[in-house]
């Protein structure tokens, strides 16, 4: 397919994400190669054209592998959080010397879900990015792999690429794999043909998505890189999909891999990342009246709504708002500990504040930390 596609070439600000097993050797340890090749197509997008440029990392457990003595990626939590600790440091050091080759600055941000999906961290995060890109460095965003629990991470940097995006409205996000594009069935069977471009959801009936890389040293697959597409397509923003090796012609516009189009319009809202980067550590179940009132009316959950509670959680915590029925219409913010909610249950908050104070005439999810999940 010939021709420039606009979207990318008239893209101001652009987030880019790489994998790790284009960075590293499958043994682990960094490629200075190919972190150069990177570096130096990165610096002449920002440099020739102005752009800003907002790079989303992985490799920092894998660049930690060999330095640690191990052989593979380790399974258990310790041990990645142990192998990123020492990772992160030479992954950016990596960076800051080779973006130094072009007088480019760079600087480090490590984000958790749990640093985002909160209103006054969202905000923050936003703030902080911005400056980076006005004051003319250049962020390295990568999961907060040192200190993320199983319950606030990402899972994987494609995801949290296209929340980044989102979260610094860019113009367009660019995923690097070791994979040239996405393809409708496995790209090693010499009958498989790669997609050029995906305008929504019916354009990948049929087509079967491999589950992992070729290298074994990252969490991604196709999958991962195909739910990231339909994340940031949703909040207006195109993707292209293809291998790091083609890095250059995708940023130029060049019909290289696969372009997602937009299918949805640009929001500056953090419930997008409430809804794809948060983990819920419990449920509130609702009345019929409390669904009817949260899903149709866009209303806030009062206690009166609440016929029940699942797990444990402190106010502040992301929250599953579910039907009678186990069906999880909303998620949310709790304001309240999950100890104190049984006996606010069923009874208006002017009930509560003239028997427990004025601290108790609030709603427990506020519609503003409120997102309905379309399932």
Request: net charge negative.
């Given at each position: 397919m010939a021709g420039v596609r606009q979207d990318v070439v008239e893209a101001h600000r652009i987030v880019v994400k790489v994998g790790s097993s284009s960075l590293t050797t499958a043994a682990g340890g960094l490629d200075a190669d190919r972190v150069d090749a990177l570096v130096d197509v990165l610096a002449k997008v920002r440099g020739n054209g102005a752009k800003d440029i907002v790079l989303v990392s992985?490799?920092?457990?894998?660049?930690?592998?060999a330095p640690l003595g191990l052989t593979r990626r380790p399974r258990d939590l310790a041990r990645q959080q142990a192998a990123a600790s020492v990772g992160q440091g030479l992954l950016v050091a990596r960076y800051t010397a080779s973006f130094a080759r072009?007088?480019?600055r760079v600087g480090q941000v490590l984000l958790t879900s749990d640093d985002v999906s909160r209103r006054a961290h969202y905000r923050n995060a936003y703030r902080t990015l911005?400056?980076?890109?006005a004051m003319g460095a250049l962020p390295i965003v990568n999961?907060?792999?040192?200190?993320?629990?199983?319950?606030?991470r990402f899972g994987d940097n494609d995801r949290l690429a296209a929340l980044v995006a989102h979260l610094v409205r860019a113009d367009l996000l660019v995923l690097l794999s070791d994979v040239d594009g996405l393809y409708d069935g496995d790209p090693s069977n010499p009958g498989a043909s790669r997609i050029d471009e995906v305008a929504g959801p019916e354009d990948l009936d049929g087509v079967s998505i491999g589950s992992s890389g070729k290298a074994g040293v990252g969490t991604g697959g196709m999958v991962t890189k195909v739910e990231a597409a339909r994340i940031a397509t949703g909040a207006?923003?195109?993707?292209?999909?293809t291998s790091a090796?083609?890095?250059?012609?995708?940023l130029a516009g060049r019909p290289t891999g696969t372009l997602f189009h937009r299918t949805g319009k640009r929001s500056a809202d953090r419930l997008l990342w409430l809804a794809h980067a948060s983990t819920?550590?419990?449920?509130?179940?609702?009345?019929d009246g409390a669904v009817q009132a949260v899903v149709k009316g866009r209303k806030s959950l009062l206690p009166a709504g609440i016929a029940g509670i699942e797990g444990q959680f402190a106010a502040g915590d992301p929250v599953e708002l579910r039907d009678e029925a186990g069906h999880a219409v909303a998620r949310g913010l709790v304001n309240f500990d999950a100890a104190e909610l049984p006996r606010l249950l069923g009874r208006s908050t002017h009930d509560l504040a003239r028997e427990l104070g004025p601290a108790y005439e609030r709603e427990v999810v506020h519609r503003d930390d409120l997102v309905l999940l379309h399932t």
């Amino acid at each position: 397919m010939a021709g420039v596609r606009q979207d990318v070439v008239e893209a101001h600000r652009i987030v880019v994400k790489v994998g790790s097993s284009s960075l590293t050797t499958a043994a682990g340890g960094l490629d200075a190669d190919r972190v150069d090749a990177l570096v130096d197509v990165l610096a002449k997008v920002r440099g020739n054209g102005a752009k800003d440029i907002v790079l989303v990392s992985s490799g920092a457990i894998a660049a930690g592998l060999a330095p640690l003595g191990l052989t593979r990626r380790p399974r258990d939590l310790a041990r990645q959080q142990a192998a990123a600790s020492v990772g992160q440091g030479l992954l950016v050091a990596r960076y800051t010397a080779s973006f130094a080759r072009h007088a480019v600055r760079v600087g480090q941000v490590l984000l958790t879900s749990d640093d985002v999906s909160r209103r006054a961290h969202y905000r923050n995060a936003y703030r902080t990015l911005d400056q980076l890109l006005a004051m003319g460095a250049l962020p390295i965003v990568n999961e907060n792999d040192t200190v993320a629990t199983d319950e606030i991470r990402f899972g994987d940097n494609d995801r949290l690429a296209a929340l980044v995006a989102h979260l610094v409205r860019a113009d367009l996000l660019v995923l690097l794999s070791d994979v040239d594009g996405l393809y409708d069935g496995d790209p090693s069977n010499p009958g498989a043909s790669r997609i050029d471009e995906v305008a929504g959801p019916e354009d990948l009936d049929g087509v079967s998505i491999g589950s992992s890389g070729k290298a074994g040293v990252g969490t991604g697959g196709m999958v991962t890189k195909v739910e990231a597409a339909r994340i940031a397509t949703g909040a207006g923003i195109p993707v292209v999909l293809t291998s790091a090796t083609h890095a250059a012609d995708a940023l130029a516009g060049r019909p290289t891999g696969t372009l997602f189009h937009r299918t949805g319009k640009r929001s500056a809202d953090r419930l997008l990342w409430l809804a794809h980067a948060s983990t819920p550590l419990g449920a509130l179940i609702l009345d019929d009246g409390a669904v009817q009132a949260v899903v149709k009316g866009r209303k806030s959950l009062l206690p009166a709504g609440i016929a029940g509670i699942e797990g444990q959680f402190a106010a502040g915590d992301p929250v599953e708002l579910r039907d009678e029925a186990g069906h999880a219409v909303a998620r949310g913010l709790v304001n309240f500990d999950a100890a104190e909610l049984p006996r606010l249950l069923g009874r208006s908050t002017h009930d509560l504040a003239r028997e427990l104070g004025p601290a108790y005439e609030r709603e427990v999810v506020h519609r503003d930390d409120l997102v309905l999940l379309h399932t």
